[in-house]
């Protein structure tokens, strides 16, 4: 069964610090995978995604994730983390259907002044 | 181009009620998505629709119900509420119902079941 698990619900890292936020998915075909951030009370919003192609994904607000097949990962990246980055973060899959998406548990980034 | 809307945005119902909860989706956009999100939990899947037809439902029982409307904005009703039902429901639009579409999400509807 399709499925996605991120490590770690909460990562803490310092302003201007390194940003890793990590992913794996299992999947039966090769799957569409997702990077989404919630703010407080709010819905989501896409910062990238990859399908086919490159490998490394550029999104907004200088985040990227590399696509990794032979360890089933797709881990999320920022060289410097600001104070805005501070939210919650979801992995999702869209892999084996056209119809809906399957979502990590979340991980919350916490940036410390 | 406006974004999706949900409406409302809050909503205290009592255990056994039903509710309807909407969604405009985004200009130009007939698939309508609707996700269960529980609170520290990832949005489940619930259905979608696809040109007024659900196009695919998760594990959710049948009290859960939806309709998409021929501006594809949708609905989303839930007859005898659970306190379990208290969640954020999501809405989302794509452009179609295909494999890596990306979804666009609404600010979500925080629904408390007491």
């Known amino acids: 069964a399709q499925s996605v698990t991120q490590l770690g619900s909460h990562v803490s890292v310092s302003e201007g610090a390194l940003v890793l936020l990590r992913c794996n998915y299992s999947?039966?075909?090769?799957?569409?995978l997702f990077w989404y951030v919630q703010y407080p009370n709010q819905g989501l919003q896409l910062l990238l995604k990859?399908?086919?192609?490159?490998?490394l994904v550029k999104g907004i607000n200088g985040f990227e994730a590399e696509f990794k097949k032979s360890e089933t990962s797709f881990h999320l990246t920022k060289p410097s983390a600001h104070m805005s980055d501070a939210a919650e973060y979801f992995c999702?899959?869209?892999?084996?259907?056209?119809?809906?998406?399957?979502f990590g548990s979340g991980t919350r980034l916490l940036v410390r002044p | 181009e406006t974004g999706v809307t949900q409406s409302p945005t809050h909503l205290i119902k009592t255990r056994g009620q039903q509710v309807t909860l909407r969604c405009s989706s985004q200009?130009?956009?007939?698939?309508v998505s609707w996700y269960q999100q529980a609170l520290g939990q990832g949005p489940q899947f619930i259905f979608q629709?696809?040109?007024?037809?659900?196009?695919g439902r998760g594990n959710f029982p049948p009290r859960f119900s939806g309709l998409q409307f021929p501006n594809y904005s949708s609905e989303l009703n839930v007859n005898a509420l659970e306190l379990d039902d208290s969640a954020l429901y999501l809405c989302?639009?794509?452009?179609?119902?295909?494999?890596?579409?990306?979804?666009?999400f609404g600010q979500g509807t925080r629904l408390t079941v007491v």
């Open positions: 999702a899959s869209g892999g084996d259907s056209s119809y809906k998406l399957i």
């Open positions: 200009s130009g956009h007939n698939t």
């Open positions: 629709y696809y040109r007024e037809e659900e196009n």
């Open positions: 989302a639009s794509s452009l179609r119902a295909q494999r890596g579409t990306e979804a666009f």
């Open positions: 990859y399908t086919t192609g490159a490998t």
């Open positions: 999947s039966s075909v090769p799957p569409y």
